[in-house]
């Protein structure tokens, strides 16, 4: 438990960071500084593959699926590239939310400042009883793999453009039990008017993107459990990758046209780990094989994107 104590009061010290220092004043985070963020955290993940390598190779930390060092790096980066590409497709939902309920863009950090704190708590629950399940029962690994194929095929058939957060059963459940304001003071979650404390559009946003995260945790967590089931890997993983989501949210989500065919790449990944789920008592598909489809898929994404002329016009970039 010492290493998943350190790991833990290291990420709140990041957070505390984030908030407390880098980003004490309420500002607009434009492409430049989103990008230096983005490349901050996303190296600090991959240079975490080192810290596996030496926690696994010096037996501290709990291995019960008994895996080889090497195995284990193969592993977390499979499994953080998958949590990472899968957060893209929640950046397009939360740009959705912010755009519904005109959230300035320099109160917009705090709001997924506290969106994070509230996903890393709820991503925990869901692995620690994913991990559970996966250890103990045969037989969900189909049910996970059927899951996660039939959510590629509902990706695939659906847009975010059908989306609406003011539709949602959260925003619906809030106005029963708040009064809800329209008006945004400050980066104020709650304001109190006569007496009455009520609910301000960032609140809302924030309870939204919650729930949202807890729906997307659905599909990531099942799709990091087809990879492994060892919960120190599958937990730093995925937290890893949501720390990264942020800054880029701010680095995507002005360029959201730029990306248009990231989706399909989305796709073709949710499609592969569950078919690798459901065939994982059967045949066994290198780590090495999982991690190229991976970022083959990504790559593919990323370059039809950039190549293929947009019928609209893009966005331009702040």
Do not use: C
């Amino acid at each position: 438990m010492t290493v998943w104590i350190i790991f833990i009061a290291v990420i709140i010290i990041f957070l505390a960071l984030d908030l407390g220092v880098f980003n004490r004043k309420a500002h607009i985070i434009k492409t430049k500084e989103a990008s230096i963020w983005t490349s901050v955290w996303v190296s600090l993940a991959l240079a975490f593959s080192g810290v596996i390598y030496w926690l696994f190779s010096n037996g501290m930390v709990e291995n019960p699926t008994g895996l080889t060092p090497n195995t284990a790096v193969i592993k977390y980066i499979t499994g953080y590239l998958i949590e990472l590409s899968l957060s893209i497709d929640n950046v397009f939902v939360i740009a959705v939310i912010f755009s519904s309920f005109k959230i300035p863009e320099k109160y917009q950090h705090r709001v997924l400042f506290w969106g994070i704190l509230g996903a890393i708590v709820f991503r925990a629950l869901m692995i620690f009883f994913g991990v559970a399940l996966i250890n103990k029962v045969d037989w969900i690994v189909y049910v996970f793999g059927g899951f996660l194929l039939y959510t590629a095929f509902k990706m695939l058939t659906s847009s975010e453009e059908d989306f609406n957060p003011k539709q949602s059963p959260m925003y619906r459940f809030l106005r029963k039990f708040f009064p809800i304001t329209h008006t945004i003071e400050g980066d104020r979650f709650f304001i109190r008017r006569m007496g009455i404390k009520a609910a301000t559009p960032l609140f809302l946003a924030l309870m939204i993107i919650e729930l949202t995260d807890v729906l997307f945790a659905l599909d990531s967590i099942p799709a990091i459990l087809a990879i492994t089931a060892d919960p120190f890997i599958v937990f730093s993983s995925n937290i890893l990758a949501i720390l990264g989501l942020r800054s880029m949210y701010f680095l995507i989500s002005r360029m959201l046209q730029k990306f248009r065919y990231i989706n399909y790449s989305l796709v073709v990944i949710l499609a592969f780990v569950g078919v690798k789920m459901m065939l994982s008592h059967h045949v066994e598909i290198p780590e090495w094989v999982s991690l190229g489809i991976i970022v083959l898929a990504l790559a593919a994404g990323i370059i039809a994107s950039i190549y293929i002329p947009s019928e609209k016009a893009p966005i331009q970039e702040k």
